[in-house]
Every structure is written in structure tokens, then in C-alpha cells.
């Protein structure tokens, strides 16, 4: 099996004043003061977006019970769910946001970008053990069929990975294929995503708004639509990272800044979950009577969620649900 990271971006750790950033080999801090310069500039670097129809094959590794995979994986049903028509606002209504770069775009001969959930994969005895490195986690996402396929690895709360909670809460890249991967060529490459369940290791970092943040004003924290404070997190971030996958897969797609610290469409709104947001406030939020759990989108399966914003290029503003 022969494969290699050819393209990798960081989902960083969520602070107050830093948010949602990337950042790569170099870190890029968002301030407040750069969210007041005026409309982001984002750019079309002329390669290929993700089209037609890809599956989200999940990879889970580490103990997850089976309520916590159901809250991921029927986010991911949701994404391209036709049933949530009514049911506003809904994650189909946020991902429909992505279009808009597709349409700038215009690539010929195009098929519209259409998610489904793949096939699932436990790896519940560490195979790798409970220390992972990155070369570790894309061998992981080599698991997942490669052809049309998003492969999505998710580690557990008692994992460790390589710069997790340090710099980063999750990262989306791509890596040439394997031979039994069931790639078109040997020169085919997949896109990945990571993202680790940050509960016992940083939710003050990449569970907020679930949790207090480490720094700044200690405002109490929201309840998490599906009462899992590491889980809720965890769409957050695989929320942010699967939008800059469509948008920009293998680092030549649609971002705006340095390729080695790029903002792409979810990361450009850090920290934004509903109108009127400013650093350490998500925003705006529809609030469930029944449990006090706020959210901004409602899933397949009557689940709540709570979405980051995504940059609208037509606009160069933030937008956000509801």
C-alpha cells in the first residue's frame, strides 16, 4: 500500500479570540482586528473542486458508543437530505451554501456535489495504538474506499494525536491512492478529514461554544443540542472542515490568503454561529424549550445542530442559520 499526504490543512484549536482559524507549517492568529478590514478577497487558484457523487465513508477509532456515532452520522444524512425541505432551518439549507462556489467556478462539464453517508469502520481496539502521528492518520484514512469517497477519521476521547489540542482540532488533506483502494489511477488522490473528540482533552478549545473558553470572558456556556459535549464539538469542526474539502480538496481550489495558512469557506468566519456574533458571543441562536440546548439547524432523525457560518463569496460576508 503506497500513499502520501499531498495536501493538508489544519482545523485550529477554538479560543476565544482566535476561533476557528487555519493555519499549517505557520500559524495565522485571527483577531478581531482582522475581522473589521473590510470584505475577505477570496480567490479561485483554478483546481478541481469536489463533484458528483461522493460518499463520506467514517472511520472510527477508539470507543465511541453507538449514540455518539448515530449523532455524526446522521449529520452527514442530513447534508444532502431532500425530507428536511420543511424543516427550517436545516443542514441541507447550510451546506446549499456551498453551491455558490461551484457556481463562480463553473467547471465544464460539472456534475453538482452530492454527500452521502458511506460505509462505517470501527477500529475499536487502537490498532495503531493511543498515540497518533499524521502519517498515522492518513493511513487510516486509506481504510475507507478511495474512489469518489470523503474518508473521515474520527479518534476518540482517550486518543492523542499528533499536535491535537495544541495547534489544531482537526485537519482535511488529500493522499494518493493504494492499489486496492479502487482508484481510476495510481496517481488518484482521496480527500481525508480528521477531527478529534476534545471532551476530556480541551473543550475549552474545540468545544466551545459547549464549554468555557480557556481564555478571555468566562460567559456560561451553551447546552449542546444532543447533550454530548465532545460529539456536539466534533460536528462543529467536521462541519468546518468537510465545507473547506468540497471548496479547496487538494490546496488549489477556493481560499483566500497563503496556501500555507489559508481561509477557506467555513474557516474566513471564525467563532460565527448566528447574527450579530462578536468574539466570545456564538450569536443569535434558536434556543429547544424542552432541554435549553441551542442550535442553528435541525438534522434527519429530529436532531438539532449547531453550524458554523460559511463565507459567501458573492457577498464577502459571513452567512449564518437561521
Known sequence: MAFFVSSHFVLPVLVLLISINRLSSAARVLSVSDQTQGPLLFQY?????????????????GKFRPSQRAIVSDFIASVS???????????ATWWKATE???NLVKQRRASPLLLSLGTQILDEKYS???SLSDKQIVKLASKGGQKDAINVVLTSSDVAVEGFCLNKCGTHGSALGSKSGNMKSKNSRFAY????????????YCAWPFHQPIYGPQSPPLVAPNNDVGLDGMVINLASLLAGTATNPFGNGYFQGPKEA???AASACPGIYGKGAYPGYAGELLVD???GASYNARGVS???????ALFDPSTSTCSTLP
Request: glycine share 10%; with cysteine; proline share 8%.
Open 45 to 61: 487558484h483554478n483546481g478541481p473542486l469536489l463533484t458528483g457523487r461522493i460518499s463520506v465513508n467514517l472511520i472510527w477509532y
Open 81 to 91: 437530505s431532500r425530507k428536511l425541505a420543511t424543516a427550517q432551518p436545516s443542514v
Open 100 to 102: 455558490k462556489y461551484f
Open 128 to 130: 495503531l495504538g493511543r
Open 193 to 204: 478529514i480528521w477531527v478529534g473528540n476534545s471532551e476530556t482533552q480541551c473543550p475549552g
Open 262 to 264: 489559508p481561509l477557506e
Open 289 to 291: 424549550s424542552a432541554t
Open 302 to 308: 429530529g436532531r438539532k445542530y449547531l453550524l458554523p
